[in-house]
């Protein structure tokens, strides 16, 4: 019968450990029936027993990346973007928040958070500068200008009517993103992660770990502006990442 778990896999590699373990923990058990009294072998037996522990614990880390990952859950992988998009109005400073729902075709795999924001108007700044940014993408907080302008104070504070511009167009928002229902808050403190913290200065958040989130379940994101709206607009957060179609026929 041919063996399911083929090398390079995970399932793979987690069996091996398996075996490893389970034979260390043999030779341990072997040297310490002795009953040699043997110092050096009693060291050897702490060493192996030091490495079981090791491999225990790589033994865990793996298994949950595979469910973090839905390794273990069958069916064809599709690349996948939810995008929530949160309209906000000039002279507001009040939260907004918006959702994704994840389709039924089965569980979305996220790997990574990019945010913008997309003024559609603005009245506040009558310059003409502003209507250069008007329906184009903005970073959603200052401080990733600053990281663009690669430190130049200068520039930053430029008293030019274009710099002026961009500074006053770009808000600096802070977001809360839970998945709602489920009692899972990927922001859990007390205040808003800030955007310029949360995204720097490329834009894209890539999680440390893979967030599996339900087929049906929702993204809720909640968005604060930490200072008045200058102009009305959309902010635009997109989840990455891949979905695993449990329910649809084999497809790519």
């Known amino acids: 019968m041919s063996d399911p778990l083929t090398p390079n896999t995970v399932g793979y590699a987690i069996r091996k450990l398996e075996e490893t373990?389970?034979?260390?923990?043999?030779?341990?058990?072997?040297?310490?029936?002795?009953?040699?009294?043997?110092?050096?072998?009693?060291?050897?037996?702490?060493?192996i027993a030091a490495q079981s522990a090791r491999?225990?614990?790589?033994?865990?880390?793996?298994?949950?990346?595979?469910?973090?990952?839905?390794?273990?859950?069958?069916?064809?992988?599709?690349?996948?973007?939810?995008?929530?998009?949160?309209a906000l109005a000039e002279g507001s400073s009040a939260t907004a928040s918006g959702e994704a729902i994840i389709t039924n075709d089965g569980p979305f795999v996220c790997f990574g958070i990019t945010a913008y924001y997309l003024p559609s108007s603005d009245t506040t700044i009558q310059t003409t500068a502003v209507s250069t940014f008007t329906n184009r993408f903005l970073p959603v907080a200052t401080a990733q200008l600053s990281y663009g302008?690669?430190?130049?104070?200068?520039?930053?504070?430029?008293?030019?009517?274009?710099?002026?511009?961009?500074?006053?167009s770009t808000p600096d928002l802070s977001f809360k993103i839970e998945v709602a229902g489920s009692g899972r808050s990927w922001t859990p403190n007390v205040t808003a992660v800030p955007g310029g913290v949360m995204f720097g200065p490329s834009g894209y958040n890539?999680?440390?770990?893979?967030?599996?989130?339900?087929?049906?379940?929702?993204?809720?994101?909640?968005?604060?502006?930490?200072?008045?709206m200058r102009n009305t607009g959309t902010c635009r957060v997109i989840f990455e990442g891949h979905q695993v179609l449990t329910n649809q026929p084999v497809r790519y």
């Open 206 to 228: 890539r999680l440390q770990t893979p967030a599996l989130v339900a087929s049906g379940e929702r993204i809720v994101v909640t968005v604060l502006p930490e200072r008045t």
């Open 21 to 47: 373990i389970a034979k260390q923990q043999a030779e341990i058990n072997a040297l310490r029936g002795g009953g040699s009294g043997n110092s050096s072998m009693d060291k050897l037996a702490a060493a």
């Open 149 to 168: 302008l690669a430190g130049s104070t200068a520039s930053v504070t430029s008293a030019t009517e274009v710099g002026n511009a961009l500074l006053q």
């Open 55 to 86: 491999l225990e614990e790589m033994t865990r880390s793996i298994a949950h990346n595979r469910v973090a990952m839905g390794e273990d859950i069958p069916g064809p992988r599709v690349p996948r973007w939810y995008t929530v998009s949160i």
